[in-house]
């Protein structure tokens, strides 16, 4: 069985990013401290009996940085992972992003999830990685925060991975197209 979302488009991901931004009151910030957002989660969600978890890098596997578990309201995340986020390392940093982004869409927006046969077909604009991914992109890099800048002024405002910079520029650009 394979994890299932709610279609949800690039579109729709951004308007969720944004507001939570809005919420945060960080809407014209340009650097998003998430390792602060992250710790933050166990007050704000409290209620629901969110849990921050940093585990030992030989806890997970090693393909695995983070993971998030929606059923038992936590986030989990690489030692290694965590220290490098810490430290400002911009795909570290893109990671936790990843996972706030499942939090958020799953738990604070509703989006729902379901499962289905490996063999049945997943449109990407219904993959929970994918929303996920773009979840993290337009949290840390919106239009009307980047859209005038270079990429190193990007990598370095934003404190993005080089490569996510690039990726996000050009969407904004118009350079890639737009996944639906």
Request: proline fraction near 3%.
């Amino acid at each position: 069985m394979k994890a299932v979302s709610e279609p949800q488009s690039r579109n729709d991901i951004k308007e969720m990013a944004l507001s939570i931004r809005r919420t945060l009151n960080l809407e014209e910030a340009v650097f998003i401290d998430v390792i602060r957002i992250l710790e933050a989660l166990p007050w704000i969600y409290e209620k629901e009996g969110f849990e921050m978890e940093i585990c030992f890098d030989r806890e997970l596997d090693p393909k695995t940085h983070a993971y998030t578990d929606i059923t038992n309201n936590r986030i989990v995340i690489k030692k290694t992972v965590y220290d490098r986020a810490v430290d400002g390392k911009g795909r570290d940093r893109l990671t936790i992003a990843h996972e706030l982004g499942h939090y958020f869409l799953y738990k604070a927006f509703g989006v729902k999830l379901t499962f289905r046969d490996e063999s049945q077909e997943v449109k990407v604009y219904e993959d929970p990685e994918w929303q996920a991914k773009c979840f993290a992109g337009e949290f840390l890099m919106p239009k009307h925060i980047i859209e005038n800048m270079t990429i190193e002024e990007i990598v370095r405002k934003c404190g993005v991975s080089r490569d996510a910079a690039i990726y996000q520029s050009n969407l904004i650009h118009g350079k890639v197209q737009v996944e639906k």
